[in-house]
């Protein structure tokens, strides 16, 4: 009796089980456009707005050592009083674009030992009727010559050459720049014209004046059918200048120096002359041949610069902040890349060679010679140096490269600033090598 009974009650709560379950699903079924195509259209909105979104982002650790402590060195910035070796994150990045129709937006910060500080942050602006126009405001890289745009992640040597890290602190600077170029479905996309306005004292300042600097570069890119040949070659200008800050500027000449003459600094000093532009222009051209052969594949770049640089009286390198009396130099520089992989292994070597001759109106011993009166004499400032890289690069995968490499500078002599320190005397040849280590992860 008492099992009829138990068999009865599991009977009824089946029933009603089987009742409720038939209930939930009549009311999901009604319920279905109104709770789970909404969600399903957010899921599919927020997949939408993700894949616009490209994060990016790389970090280099390296070792460097230096031939004599204490040296200043375009390897990495100056290395301190007594050190001659040293562990550093050289760049640690990380990288945001947005991309919407015929818009983008980009930032891009840097994160080392030193600090954080911002190296992009931009938004870019396509024409959406013949897609060949595009305006970027913001800050970003000067569109000057090839090596400035050229990614760090990518470049084969550790840094820039020293003739674009003193003309281009930072690379990049606040400012807005037209771009054109034909869309990749056009016959004519091999030609790129960048022109923009920019505040001229880089990318981390507030400007210190009102003048505005005019940068345009040129450029023309051509692949041959097998696309185992490509070329490019380049045209750049630089239109610009600062405000001077006092009635003193200096430019050379000959000019008055114990028993004769001297090429030197000529003091022109015109109080009306404060506040008025210094002059500042570059013009550059640059090249570059890529090739695939069974040697491996080879890359061949070069770079050259000339023009007017005013700098101050112990630096020809571009200020950031306002500075005082004014020195007018003229220069010229050059880089040159031969980058080949070996056959078809990982393994890539690196040989380069740039120059940088900060004032082309003086050499050798007549570099700081004492002169008379208020002219100024020529100084370091106005040494010319060259530098050989030998580098080898090993590309473990996507994602990781390995760079053992050795910069070998040489710098222009004179007996005239000859000096019993090892990093004063310029009479000889300095001990300023680096070698550098640099393992590097990109994603």
């Known amino acids: 009796m008492k099992s009829l009974k138990l068999s009865f009650i599991l009977l009824c709560l089946l029933t009603v089980s089987f009742a409720e379950s ?8 009604e319920s279905k456009p109104d709770t789970v195509y909404p969600i399903i259209e957010k899921l599919q909105s927020d997949a939408a707005l993700f894949s616009r979104l490209k994060i990016t982002g790389y970090i280099q650790s390296q070792f460097q050592k230096a031939d004599t402590a204490g040296i200043e060195s375009f390897a990495a910035g100056n290395f301190p009083a007594g050190i001659d070796n040293r562990f550093a994150v050289r760049r640690g990045r990380f990288k945001l674009a947005y991309d919407h129709a015929f818009s983008q937006y980009v930032l891009q910060v840097d994160v080392t030992e030193k600090g954080v500080g911002i190296k992009d942050a931009y938004v870019s602006f396509t024409d959406p009727w013949l897609q060949c126009f595009a305006v970027t405001a913001g800050v970003f890289d000067r569109p000057f010559g090839y090596e400035i745009s050229y990614s760090s992640s990518s470049r084969e040597s550790p840094e820039r050459s ?7 602190p930072g690379e990049r600077d606040l400012g807005a720049k037209l771009t054109f170029q034909p869309p990749k479905t056009s016959r004519f996309n091999f030609i790129k014209i960048d022109a923009g306005m920019f505040n001229g004292s880089g990318p981390n300042v507030v ?6 600097d005019f940068i345009s570069h040129l450029s023309v890119i051509k692949t041959n059918r097998s696309e185992k040949l490509k070329a490019g070659i380049g045209l750049s200008y630089y239109n610009g200048g600062w405000r001077q800050g006092t009635k003193y500027n200096y430019s050379m000449n000959d000019v008055a120096a114990g028993e004769g003459n001297a090429i030197a600094f000529e003091i022109d000093s015109v109080a009306s002359a404060v506040g008025s532009k210094l002059r500042r222009e570059y013009f550059g051209t640059d090249a570059q041949v890529l090739f695939d052969s069974p040697l491996g594949l080879t890359q061949l770049r070069g770079e050259y610069i000339m023009g007017t640089q005013p700098g101050i009286a112990s630096s020809s390198s571009s200020p950031a902040t306002q500075p005082g009396d004014a020195y007018i130099r003229k220069f010229n520089g050059a880089y040159f890349y031969w980058v080949q992989n070996i056959l078809q292994s990982k393994f890539q070597t690196v040989v380069k060679y740039d120059f940088y001759d900060p004032n082309t109106g003086v050499t050798g011993d007549n570099i700081g ?31 990781v490269k390995i760079t053992a490499y050795y910069d070998m500078v040489s710098n222009e002599t004179t007996t005239a600033l000859k000096n019993a320190s090892t990093l004063k005397d310029l009479s000889t040849n300095r001990l300023d090598n680096v070698l550098t280590l640099r393992v590097q992860y990109k994603f």
Do not use: C, H
């Open 207 to 212: 400007d210190f004046d009102r003048y505005k």
């Open 162 to 168: 020293r003739m674009f890290q003193t003309l281009f």
């Open 369 to 399: 010679v004492k002169i008379s009166g208020k002219n100024k004499a020529t100084n370091a400032a106005d040494i010319k140096y060259s530098t050989l890289g030998l580098g080898l690069v090993y590309k473990w995968n996507s994602q």
């Open 22 to 29: 038939r209930l939930m699903a009549q009311v999901m079924e």
